[in-house]
């Protein structure tokens, strides 16, 4: 588990230990917590859609004071991630914004979609799969509809599907 903390104004108050060992981990010293505090939780995040459903999701929690939970995936080459992310809301000026892991389960071959904000090809932030030829594609259950590359890059988008899960 991972936690952040943000205020009001959407700028990052706090984050807990477990945040700097998974930065750490990861080699992102630049998520390290002394990097990220003070700074807008949306310049953080690539692609305006998904810093509009974020957005989103925080008028929402701070307009019902109830938790909001979303499943995503957030994978590595070699394997799928599915993880859980919850908003809640500690007092006006807080909020608490939650990472888990809750299952991981192994893509073979491998394969890794790289950022890029130039790409033709998009890839979903939240169900993670791939707009690839004609389709939204899992690289978890449609591997082969890859072929053998390891590596494709796409820019981060939220798919048709995901954009039904936005909150209104
Ligand atoms: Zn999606």
Known sequence: MASIWINAERKIVDVDDSWDILASKNQADELLSDSIKGK????????????????????????TEKPYVLHYRCDGPHKAQFMRMMVSKENDDRFLIEHDLIKSEKIDPEILFKEDATSPQKRCAVCGKVNFKDGWFDALTNRKIFGTTHELKTQSTICPDCEDKIPH
């Open 40 to 63: 807008y939780i949306t310049s953080f995040i690539k692609g305006d859609q998904i810093r509009m459903f974020l957005d989103a999701m925080i008028t929402r929690v701070n307009i």
